[in-house]
C-alpha cells in the first residue's frame, strides 16, 4: 500500500505550543455580553453549561415606550436544561438608580415558573437563572424590572418554545 503525504503536513505534537492566552483574551472570554455569555462568572456562578446557547427569539422589557432589558432563553444539549437570561440595556443602566429585577423559566406545562431568581436594589446588569429541568416542556425566559420609584415592574418574555 502507498501513502502519499503532502509536503509540509503537520502531525499532532509536531508544531510549536500554542501561546498562552494572555489575561485580556481570558477576560474577554469570560465577560458578561448583551448577547448573553454562558462563560461568563455570573452564568459560571449560577451553573449554566458552557455549551448554552439561545434558543427562541428575544424578549424585551419597555418603560414607555424605551426598551430597558432583554430577556432570553438558552438551553445545553449536554446537561438538557433551559436557562433565563436577563441583560439591563446600557441606556438604562448607566443613569438609573438601583432597581429590582426577577428571573424566571416559564414552563407552559406545569403553569408556573421555575428556577426563579430575584435581586432587590441592585445594580446587576446581567442575570442568569441556574438550570430548569425543562428540555421537554413548552418554555420562555420571563423577568421583570422595577426602576426605583416606581410602584410595578415592567415585564417582558423571550419567545415560546417547544
Not at 4 to 11: E, V
Not at 85 to 94: A, C, G, K, P, R
Not at 127 to 135: E, L, M
Request: hydrophobic share 35%; proline share 6%.
Amino acid at each position: 500500500m502507498l501513502v502519499l503525504t503532502p509536503a509540509g503536513a503537520a502531525y499532532a505534537g509536531s508544531g510549536p505550543a500554542p501561546a498562552p492566552a494572555d489575561k485580556s483574551d481570558r477576560a474577554a472570554a469570560t465577560a458578561p455580553t448583551a448577547q448573553g455569555n454562558p462563560d461568563s462568572k455570573r452564568a459560571q456562578a449560577a451553573g449554566v453549561c458552557d455549551d448554552a446557547y439561545q434558543v427562541g427569539a428575544t424578549g424585551h422589557i419597555k418603560r414607555s415606550g424605551t426598551t430597558i432589558a432583554s430577556v432570553k432563553q438558552f438551553y445545553s444539549p449536554s446537561c438538557k436544561e433551559n436557562y433565563g437570561y436577563l441583560w439591563v440595556w446600557d441606556s438604562f443602566h448607566t443613569g438609573a438608580k438601583p432597581y429590582d429585577v426577577t428571573l424566571g423559566v416559564f414552563s407552559y406545562d406545569r403553569d408556573a415558573v421555575v428556577g426563579k431568581v430575584g435581586k432587590n436594589d441592585t445594580r446587576q446588569q446581567e442575570f442568569w437563572t441556574q438550570g430548569t429541568d425543562t428540555a421537554n416542556e413548552c418554555t420562555a425566559a420571563v423577568g421583570t424590572l422595577r426602576a426605583e420609584g416606581a410602584p410595578l415592574p415592567n415585564q417582558g418574555a423571550s419567545e415560546k418554545r417547544c
